[in-house]
């Protein structure tokens, strides 16, 4: 894990597909934001992945790549929260991600509002159907926000969830974008307040586009 900043919203910041913890710093998303961190506005807790173990791992049953997820989300409630936590009094995370980072954070802030207040994803996809080649549990499910939310009827995870500021943003280009406006009906009809934010000029799924919109959203 890497820490930036020394104060504010920690943001729990995931890499994109199968990367690592500094690679958020070394892609110059840090950077993008750099009056922030320094004005003690926001702190950024940057994790590692295991989508090698998990969701990519093609050579192991689907069943073991969501069992795996299972292990790595266990370690972030029972580690990584806690650590933060030590080290910032904010009662809640801002999970944010990139690409495949933005499903993680979008599947971990609604799959725990109680310890999130927010999340931002860039770029992402929240679908999972793909990594599990036609495999379907209990846990897929949970972990495929397209289909846990329309059903959620909690009353308390909707309240917490509609009191969170939630930011989708992606490229007009962005071959995600139809991820994203599919997520964008789907907590509209939950009555979930988000804001969708797709760029025009033709921007894609790229890092210049995500400088663009960490520069927006925590800049």
């Known amino acids: 894990m890497l820490i930036f900043g020394s104060g504010g919203q920690p943001l729990l910041v995931f890499p994109t597909s199968m990367g690592r913890f ?5 892609r110059d998303m840090i950077a993008a934001a750099a009056g922030a961190y320094e004005a ?11 989508d090698s173990e998990s ?3 093609k050579g192991v049953h ?15 409630l029972r580690e990584v929260l806690p650590f933060i936590q030590k080290r910032n009094p904010a009662p809640k995370v801002f999970p944010t991600g990139c690409s495949f980072g933005g499903f993680h954070a979008a599947n971990f802030a609604l799959r725990h509002p109680d310890h999130c207040n927010g999340f931002s994803s860039f770029g992402g996809a929240f679908d999972i159907h793909q990594f599990v080649d036609g495999y379907y549990d209990d846990n897929v499910y949970f972990n495929c926000p397209p289909d846990f939310l329309p ?3 909690d009353p308390r995870a909707l309240n917490l ?4 500021k939630i930011v989708l943003a992606a490229g007009e280009a962005d071959f995600c974008r139809p991820e994203n406006d599919r997520l964008s009906r789907i907590l509209h009809a939950k009555q979930i307040p988000h804001t969708l934010d797709i760029w025009g000029d033709g921007a894609g799924h790229d890092w210049p586009e ?9 800049g």
């Open 55 to 57: 969701w990519y791992n």
């Open 22 to 26: 500094f690679d958020y710093e070394q």
């Open 161 to 164: 969830m509609r009191r969170m």
């Open 151 to 153: 059903n959620l009827s």
């Open 62 to 76: 689907p069943r073991d790549r969501v069992l795996r997820h299972g292990q790595y989300e266990e370690y972030l």
């Open 210 to 218: 995500w400088h663009g919109m960490t520069t927006k959203f925590f």
């Open 40 to 50: 003690g506005v926001i702190q950024a807790f940057c994790v590692d992945s295991v």
